[in-house]
């Protein structure tokens, strides 16, 4: 018996139920791959992705003028609204690990935007703090993000932009 085989058959293709001209060919695969999706069936989770990386990358241009990373302008943020303290708290703070902290505080400090001092509470320990040049840069980063922030949500009816601010407090906590 020549041709014939013990083998099970290869698994068989999905079954597309778009009609063949909906279809295209993938020239990697070979096969029928699903047309593009229409943004009216894009999932929920789909469409928050996308938001959240427009917004990654607007934020990456707005801070490119300082020389920083979203990482260093939130640990900026935070220590200019809160002040001097110690890395540990500055690491609650972010919701990071203490060494990744250590790193985003080094960032800072060869920039000149924080410096590190003794705590005068307990001499074993240090406390990070904005420079002058830190608390400066951090108030001109905060303008250039409430303007990035309107641009981005400034569309949103007054409606709307309550609506997205409830909802994503919620999803938040």
Known sequence: MT?????????PAARSTDPPAARSTDPQVGRSAAPPTKPAEESLAELFWAVARRLRHQSRRT????????????ALA????????RLSAL??????????TTEVVDGLEERGLVARRQ?????????VAPTD?????????????????????????????????RILRTLRD
């Open 63 to 74: 801070l490119e003028p300082w020389d920083v990373n979203p990482g260093h302008a939130r």
């Open 133 to 165: 040049e830190g608390t400066r840069v951090g108030a001109a980063i905060r303008t250039a993000r409430s303007a990035e922030a309107e641009r981005f949500f400034g569309h949103l009816s007054p409606t709307d932009h309550t609506d997205l601010t």
């Open 3 to 11: 041709g014939a085989t013990s083998d099970p058959p290869a698994e």
């Open 78 to 85: 935070v220590l200019t609204r809160h002040g001097a303290m």
């Open 91 to 100: 690491a609650e703070h972010l919701h990071i690990a203490p060494r990744s």
């Open 119 to 127: 705590d005068p509470a307990d001499r074993r320990a240090t406390l």
